[in-house]
C-alpha cells in the first residue's frame, strides 16, 4: 500500500495571501488526484494529473505533479474565504482504480 | 458530474443495534463501488470495493462479517454495520466510477454521520 503524506496538515491564513499544499510519497503513481471536501460533505474532484510534470489550472488553482510522479503540489494564488475546507490529495498505482488518500490539509482562509 | 447520494445523512444508534446505510448511484450504472471511513480530522480510509453481484472485498483489518455490503443493483450498494459499538461512530462516505471495473473519475456521495450510543 503506497502511503502520501500530505503538509502541512493545518494552515490558516489571511484573505488575498497565497499558499501551496504538498502531497509527497516514496512511491510512483499511475494519476494522482486532489479533492476538496467541506465538513459533513464527501470529497469533491478537483484535479487529476496523470503526466509527469503537467501542470493544470483551475482559476486560481495550480496543480502540479512531479516528473518522477511521486510528488504534487497544490497552489492557491490570492486565497478567498470560499476556499476554507480540507485538501485530500490520492493517488492510484499502475493498474489499479483503488485510491489511497492522504491525510489532509485543512485550510482556513481569513477574510 | 455524475451524482451518487447516501442516506441517511445522519444516524444515531444504541450500541447493540445494526444500522444500514445506502449508496445510489442516480444518474449512471455503478458496477464498482467503493465505502471509506473518515474519522475526524483523519483522512478517508478505504474499507472495501463493493463488485456489483459478486462478494465485496475488504481491506485489509476490516472485519466482513461486521461491516456488511451487499451490491444488488447496478445503482445500490449498501453497508450494514452490524451489532454497532461506540467505536463504529464514524462518517462514512461510499463513492462509485461511471467506467466499468471503477476506473475514471469516482463521484463521492455525501456521507453517513453514525453516532453509536
Known amino acids: 500500500t503506497q502511503l502520501l503524506e500530505q503538509s502541512p496538515q493545518f494552515l490558516s491564513i489571511q484573505e488575498g495571501e497565497n499558499l501551496t499544499v504538498y502531497c509527497n510519497s516514496s512511491?510512483?503513481?499511475?494519476?494522482l488526484q486532489w479533492y476538496r471536501q467541506e465538513p459533513g460533505e464527501g470529497p469533491v474532484l478537483l484535479v487529476t494529473v496523470v503526466t509527469g510534470g503537467e501542470v493544470k489550472k483551475l482559476k486560481r488553482l495550480t496543480f502540479q505533479f512531479g516528473d518522477a510522479r511521486k510528488d504534487s503540489s497544490l497552489h492557491i494564488t490570492a486565497a478567498q474565504p470560499g476556499d476554507t475546507g480540507l485538501y485530500l490529495c490520492a493517488g492510484a498505482e499502475a493498474g489499479s482504480y483503488q485510491l489511497t488518500f492522504g491525510k489532509g490539509t485543512k485550510l482556513s482562509v481569513i477574510p | 458530474g455524475a451524482v451518487v447520494s447516501q442516506h441517511p445523512s445522519w444516524v444515531i444508534c444504541k450500541s447493540g443495534t445494526s444500522v444500514k446505510i445506502e449508496c445510489r448511484s442516480l444518474d449512471f450504472q455503478a458496477t464498482t463501488m467503493f465505502w471509506y471511513r473518515q474519522f475526524p480530522k483523519q483522512s478517508l480510509m478505504l474499507m472495501a470495493t463493493s463488485n456489483e453481484g459478486s462478494k465485496a472485498t475488504y481491506e485489509q483489518g476490516v472485519e466482513k462479517d461486521k461491516f456488511l455490503i451487499n451490491h444488488a443493483s447496478l445503482t445500490l450498494s449498501t453497508l450494514t454495520v452490524t451489532s454497532a459499538h461506540p467505536e463504529d461512530s464514524s462518517f462514512y462516505i461510499c463513492?462509485?466510477?461511471?467506467?466499468?471495473?471503477?476506473?475514471?473519475?469516482?463521484?463521492f456521495g455525501e456521507g453517513s454521520r453514525l453516532t453509536v450510543l
Open positions: 463513492s462509485a466510477s461511471v467506467l466499468p471495473g471503477g476506473t475514471g473519475e469516482l463521484f
Open positions: 512511491s510512483v503513481f499511475s494519476s
